[in-house]
């Protein structure tokens, strides 16, 4: 299986960690809900995963292998 670079990890991370938290603060926009959506799957897609959850853990567990 081909492995996402860690500096995409990190902004895909980044990404949904900012697009999540907005969208807790703010009714969910259309255009926040697709930017969330796209983020969600992109992470899906770089981990190998279906879902959400399990391509957070994934994608933060590569960071932490790569980080020592």
Same mark, same amino acid.
Request: aromatic share 2%; charged share 20%.
């Given at each position: 299986?081909? !492995? *996402?670079? +860690? %500096?995409? !990890? @990190? =902004?895909?991370?980044?990404?949904?960690?900012?697009?999540? *938290?907005?969208?807790? =603060?703010?009714?969910? $926009? +259309?255009? !926040?809900?697709? @930017? !969330?959506?796209?983020?969600?799957?992109?992470?899906?897609?770089?981990? #190998?995963?279906?879902?959400?959850?399990? /391509?957070? %853990?994934? $994608?933060? $567990? @590569?960071? /932490? *292998?790569?980080? #020592?």
């Amino acid at each position: 299986m081909l !492995l *996402a670079h +860690p %500096a995409v !990890l @990190r =902004e895909l991370l980044a990404r949904y960690e900012s697009l999540s *938290a907005a969208s807790q =603060e703010l009714a969910l $926009a +259309p255009d !926040l809900k697709r @930017r !969330l959506e796209d983020v969600t799957y992109t992470l899906c897609v770089t981990t #190998g995963t279906r879902q959400l959850e399990h /391509a957070l %853990a994934a $994608a933060r $567990a @590569r960071l /932490a *292998a790569t980080a #020592g």
